[in-house]
């Protein structure tokens, strides 16, 4: 493959949209999730689920209950026959009765806060049993994540609570089998969150709108003297959950092992780098507080060459040429054809599922056979590292829909699909690229990228 040449010069802004309301996931994909899992399980033969959430890992609990636990813990049981119970804290007791599907309720005050009252105070393996898990004969424990050793079995790994497990193994039949199953929620090849309906879609592409107004607000507010606090500030909105750490660093990173915003001042020549995320969207932009080429620093005289635009020529290649029914491997080698990590540097997967959480998992690797398919919201996630030049990144999302899932979200959410229209033409019109038919953005900002930060109407684009 010839990569695209790539140009910097004048462009337009992408156009922001605000007062984006959110969408709500409505009973009916509530219940079709709910299928979903309970189809992997029967696939499968697991009798339960044991599913656990916390305030950072609560993905595949909220998929079913719509809710996770905030600052405690909790555990959701899925029996194969499809009822369902939840074990709670002392503070989240409430929450059972807006569970987005009916559950039984257990309390259990380790789930709560240290110190707090231990009323209601049993064994949790007393509790599992009562929940009928002393019956199953396959259990699958669900934390956050899958575990895909090169050695070992993956399907004994867990990382739920240490208490949690023995509570779970204590309840058991000694024949009974304990596997991780996390891969029925977030696999690229068969989980149940991998793929999004037209609902699910609009619901995310909320947190996609949100996370690309604020990178572009932080990008107009550039300016030498300004704070990162001020840019971190930026970072934030209508009250949402940030997915990620906000980055807003000037210079050099970590002084301190610190990560967050701090009052250091934007000086002239610095690298700077961006980053915020909601459920949904991440959006992340790395470049020089500088006006023009010439401001480089001295030992990076060539970064626009060396880094920026090939970096820019993959984001390109990635947006022109991934479709469903290609093998995230087949993605993995485009991406290594235009920019060989060999010269580049790059070395996680050069995309990833995106959903409640900024990561969920990645069909993309090495001679990966999962294939891609409609339905799937994927980042852009390129990272090259080249040794003694800055980085280089702009990280979006986008789904991947085919004409059927095109035509709901057309039907179903005509101001979506007003936005996604008006993006793909601004790509198309100002930028250059040639969009892949299937690919929607769920943010203003993809492909948008001013590797000069001072230069604030320019930007990187195809050179037709």
């Known amino acids: 493959m010839v990569s695209r040449a790539i140009k910097f010069g004048p462009t337009e802004s992408p156009a922001k949209f605000t007062d984006v309301e959110p969408v709500f996931l409505s009973d009916e994909t509530i219940l079709e999730r709910k299928a979903k899992i309970l189809e992997g399980m029967k696939n499968e033969g697991f009798d339960a689920l044991v599913i656990y959430a916390d305030k950072e890992h609560g993905g595949n609990f909220e998929y079913l209950t719509g809710f996770i636990p905030r600052f405690e813990e909790g555990v959701l049981i899925l029996d194969a026959s499809g009822k369902s119970a939840v074990v709670l804290g002392n503070e989240n007791l409430k929450m059972a009765r807006f569970s987005r599907i009916p559950v039984t309720l257990a309390h259990s005050p380790y789930f709560s806060l240290p110190n707090q009252p231990m009323d209601n105070e049993a064994p949790l393996e007393k509790i599992f049993s009562e929940a009928g898990l002393s019956t199953k004969s396959k259990v699958g424990l669900v934390g956050w994540k899958m575990f895909t050793p090169a050695k070992g079995d993956g399907k004994a790994y867990f990382d739920l609570p240490y208490f949690i497990v023995e509570a779970v193994k204590c309840a058991l039949k000694p024949d009974a089998a304990l596997e991780n199953a996390a891969h029925l929620f977030i696999g690229g090849k068969s989980g149940a969150r991998a793929i999004c309906n037209a609902n699910e879609i609009a619901h995310y592409e909320y947190g996609a709108n949100l996370s690309s107004n604020c990178i572009l607000d932080a990008l107009n507010a550039v300016e030498v003297g300004v704070r990162e606090v001020d840019l971190g500030a930026c970072l934030s909105a209508e009250g949402q959950y940030n997915t990620v750490v906000s980055i807003a660093a000037t210079a050099s990173r970590f002084d301190k092992a610190n990560l967050y915003p701090t009052y250091k001042k934007v000086q002239k020549g610095d690298p700077l780098s961006l980053t915020t995320g909601f459920k949904g969207g991440l959006s992340s932009r790395t470049g020089f507080v500088i006006a023009e080429e010439s401001e480089l620093p001295n030992a990076q005289k060539d970064w626009l060459d060396r880094v920026a635009k090939p970096y820019f020529s993959a984001v390109v290649a990635w947006l022109e040429n991934i479709q469903t029914g290609m093998s995230g491997g087949a993605l993995y080698n485009l991406v290594e054809e235009v920019l060989p990590k060999e010269r580049y540097g790059w070395h996680l997967n050069p995309g990833h599922l995106v959903s409640d959480e900024e990561w969920m998992s990645s069909p993309v690797y090495h001679d990966s056979v999962e294939i891609l398919k409609s339905g799937m919201i994927m980042q852009i996630d390129i990272i090259p590292s080249v040794p003694g030049y800055t980085g280089v990144s702009a990280e979006e999302c986008v789904v991947l829909a085919n004409s059927t899932l095109q035509a709901e979200i057309r039907a179903a959410y005509p101001a979506l699909w007003n936005r996604i ?44």
């Open 421 to 464: 229209d008006k993006r793909r033409h601004y790509l198309k019109a100002v930028i250059g690229i040639e969009l892949s038919d299937e690919v929607l953005p769920l943010s203003n900002t993809v492909a948008y990228l001013r590797p000069f930060l001072l230069a604030k109407n320019h930007s990187l684009s195809v050179d037709k």
